[in-house]
């Protein structure tokens, strides 16, 4: 148990009590009694209301499982089921056209198309190196991946491989033509860029020349004669082209260059959800801090790294020379956006005048919304937002009225921290199906503070599964992606968001692209991100955000955004199609393959979060293959075990025998890391219960999340080793 302090009828951790006096409020102007006043009476009247809302949602469930439970084998009438469904109150009455009114919103978000970062904000290293991803070599994400493959010498070799080296300048160069034009020849055949009289002037050996599109030129560093770094600016993304005839690959460069600097993570959203593990009130103050930090722009973060120590700070803004001879700044930094909690978990950071554990999600508004008044307000003001908005993400809602507390919620929390109305805004991460159905009312209800709406599919698919859990037996977890809901899913949310007025007002987002070893993957396949419409897709890491770039320079998000207004192109009967599949259709291996592939991920992920605290982790698969895996991820394999046990399609020793055999595997998997507490063969450690309890309870889960077993379980081990050791946190 936490020491508490006791402040207007709250008992408040210690730690986060001393966070908030010696850290968060010196500077904002408020009072410490003022600022606890306001906590006490926003979760006065915040608690109870949240508490209708997981109400309202366990109801439902039980009414949908009722209802499959009562039809049995008996084919679904897709009338009489919606019918049924709007009866219950899962449907609900489509409102009328409009459009949202958010304004105050900077046009990373509003305008500018491009790759969001996500990363888990408790890792301070991490978090400042995602800030820093706003701007990315080309030349680096091209050499240390497999966008450029291993083949006739170009290995990735321990030192320099020039035989690859060459490869990457020649998909630079290639870049540059697609995208950067030259009125005549090549970049390839370049043998020097300067600036003459605001524009760029190429040499080559048949004589000059300059780009075919002169305007894409923005400026440079450096002397007009001898630039250090050329300027440019195409959909709205600038890049770079670094010259510097000293260096390694400049000096062998005809043209000097050294690299080309994408503008990168437009976007990044720092979490405080499912990538992370914060179970305590040390837990939490961690991610508070680190945001506050962020906000003041003081995070840092040291680091050792191939037998060197430096300390990572955050990048300053970049200057240049613009084509008209005026200065130029451009942000060094990401946009930061916050992900909060959801409406599900409590807090023991603070306990309410009763003693009990009050909404977490109520602490994540008015804590980080604290942090965030030091970007607002003060002589560093605008180092995040220069528009003076503060972005937050909410995740995990259902339905519209769950999107409606959470609007009031963040409105209290304005009148805490003094804000003017609507400074906060709201993500809607559309990732539970009863959103998805309810779209349009949904965006309707946060219509003045809405900055972006996202298809979270990795919650949704578990979703999909927790939801219709009794309507059958899915299909296999790798087929989900070919099932009708999830197309219809990825279209309605681009179509409602255009239909709502987004373009140039707010964000239209895609998913996470979950295999961040796999870039040359990732460059022929989310380039589908943008040609749906979508302002961003999220991306697992900088290097993923500077190659994911590219993708916003191949396409004109604006003009495919204009192609689609105007038209929906899928139905509300697709979206409800439930994914079950036919049980004949899988042989004994089929069964084991995929119960043993659920199970393995789960414990693979679990494993790090209960023993270490980390909250996302990178897990092999069984074919090797890297997969990020976070809540999301695991809410997926744990509730597809739930289901295919539910339904018999594998038997309960089938599951206890999985969990044993892929224990084993994954205790190989960790068997270089010193620290590393096995599951076999006793079988008995928190990690490994917390995964049986989750595939075996699966379906008494609320809404199938990971969320509860996981935090009992991560406080169990916590209580269990003297130092608390989070290596997260490290
Ligand atoms: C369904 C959802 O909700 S998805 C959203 C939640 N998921 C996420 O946030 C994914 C974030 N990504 C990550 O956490 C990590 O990239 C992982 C866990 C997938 C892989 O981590 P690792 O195995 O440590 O990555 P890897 O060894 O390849 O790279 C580590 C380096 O990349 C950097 N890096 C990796 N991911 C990120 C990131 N998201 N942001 C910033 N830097 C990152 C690290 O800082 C480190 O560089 P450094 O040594 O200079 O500090
Ligand atoms: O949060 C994202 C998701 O896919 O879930
Ligand atoms: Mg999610």
Redesign the pocket.
């Known amino acids: 148990m936490p020491n508490y302090l006791e402040t207007s009828g709250l008992s408040v951790a210690e730690e986060l009590y001393t966070f908030v006096r010696e850290e968060a409020l010196p500077g904002t102007g408020i009072k410490e009694q003022a600022f606890w006043a306001g906590a006490a009476e926003l979760i006065r009247e915040f608690s109870p209301r949240i508490r209708e809302l997981l109400a309202t949602r366990d109801r439902i469930q039980q009414q949908i499982d009722e209802y499959h439970r009562s039809r049995g084998t008996e084919a679904l009438d897709p009338d009489e089921y919606e019918k049924f469904l709007r009866s219950i109150g899962y449907l609900v009455e489509e409102p009328g056209d409009f459009s949202i009114s958010t304004d105050g919103v900077d046009p990373e978000i509003a305008t500018v198309s491009g790759p969001q970062?996500?990363?888990?904000l408790l890792?301070a290293?991490?978090?400042a190196?995602?800030a820093n991803?706003r701007w990315g070599s080309l030349y680096d994400a091209l050499y240390g991946t497999d966008a450029i493959d291993q083949a006739e010498g170009r290995e990735l070799t321990s030192s320099y491989n020039p035989v690859r080296g060459a490869a990457v300048v020649a998909q630079g160069r290639q870049f540059l033509n697609d995208h950067f034009e030259l009125a005549n020849g090549s970049h390839a055949d370049v043998t020097g860029y300067r600036v003459s009289d605001g524009s760029l002037v190429a040499e080559t050996a048949s004589g000059t020349t300059g780009l075919a599109e002169p305007d894409q030129f923005a400026g440079y560093r450096g002397s007009a004669d001898l630039p250090e770094a050329l300027l440019l600016r195409h959909h709205g993304l600038h890049i770079e082209i670094q010259i510097d005839r000293q260096h390694p690959i400049g000096s062998g460069d005809p043209a000097g260059v050294k690299d080309i600097v994408l503008e990168s993570a437009i976007t990044?959203?720092m979490?405080l959800?499912?990538?992370v593990a914060a179970v305590d009130a040390p837990d939490k103050v961690a991610g508070y801090r680190n945001w506050l930090q962020l906000m003041q722009g003081t995070l840092t973060?040291d680091?050792e790294?191939g037998g060197q120590t430096f300390t990572?700070r955050l990048n300053e803004d970049r200057v240049y020379t613009a084509a008209d001879g005026s200065e130029l700044t451009l942000p060094g930094r990401s946009l930061l956006l916050i992900r909060q909690v959801g409406h599900l978990m409590t807090s023991d950071a603070v306990l309410d005048s009763a003693g009990t554990p009050v909404p977490e999600e109520i602490l994540d508004a008015l804590f980080t919304g604290l942090g965030s008044l030091h970007d607002l307000r003060g002589p560093n003001a605008g180092r995040n937002s220069r528009a003076g908005s503060v972005y937050v993400v909410k995740?995990k809602m259902h339905g519209p009225a769950e999107v409606a507390v959470a609007c009031a919620l963040l409105a209290g929390a304005e009148g805490v921290l003094g804000l003017d109305p609507r400074t906060l805004k709201i993500g809607i991460m559309d990732e539970e199906r009863r959103t998805s159905a309810n779209l349009k009312a949904c965006i309707w209800e946060a219509r003045e503070r809405v900055a972006f709406i996202n298809t979270?599919f990795?919650?949704r698919t578990g979703d999909e599964i927790h939801t219709s859990m009794l309507a059958g037996p899915m299909v296999r977890k790798a087929d989900m992606r070919n099932s009708s809901w999830i197309a219809a899913y990825e279209d309605a949310n681009v179509d409602i968001g255009l239909e709502c007025g987004f373009g140039g007002r707010a964000q239209i987002g895609k998913?996470?692209w979950?295999a961040?070893?796999n870039m040359a993957d990732m460059l022929v396949q989310k380039v589908a991100h943008p040609r749906a419409g979508a302002d961003c897709a999220?991306?697992?890491?900088?290097?993923a955000a500077t190659l994911h770039a590219i993708h916003y320079h191949e396409v004109d998000v604006d003009a495919r955004q204009s192609e689609l207004t105007g038209k929906r192109r899928s139905t509300l009967r697709q979206l409800l199609t439930i994914p079950v599949g036919d049980p004949a259709d899988w042989t004994d291996e089929d069964r084991r393959n995929e119960l043993d592939n659920n199970i393995q991920s789960t414990l693979g992920y679990i494993v790090r979060w209960v023993n270490d605290g980390?909250g996302?982790?990178?897990v092999p698969d069984l074919s090797g293959t890297?997969l990020?895996e976070?809540?999301?991820?695991c809410r997926i394999s744990s509730q597809h075990v739930a289901n295919w046990l539910m339904h018999g399609i594998v038997s309960r020793d089938d599951v206890e025998a999985s969990l044993q055999r892929m224990a084993a595997i994954v205790d190989e998997q960790n068997s270089s890391d010193p620290g590393y507490t096995p599951m076999a063969p006793g079988f008995d450690t928190e990690a490994f219960l917390a995964a049986r309890e989750l595939v075996l309870e699966g379906a008494a889960q609320p809404s199938g999340y990971t969320e509860p077993v996981l935090h009992s379980r991560r406080a169990l081990r916590k209580q269990a080793i003297p130092d608390n050791l989070t290596r997260n946190t490290l």
């Open positions: 970062l996500v990363v888990p890792n290293r991490f978090a190196n995602a991803a990044t959203i979490d959800e499912d990538s973060a680091i790294k990572r995740p979270g990795l919650d998913g996470m979950a961040p070893d999220w991306v697992p890491s900088p290097t980390v996302c982790s990178k890297a990020m976070d809540r999301a991820t």
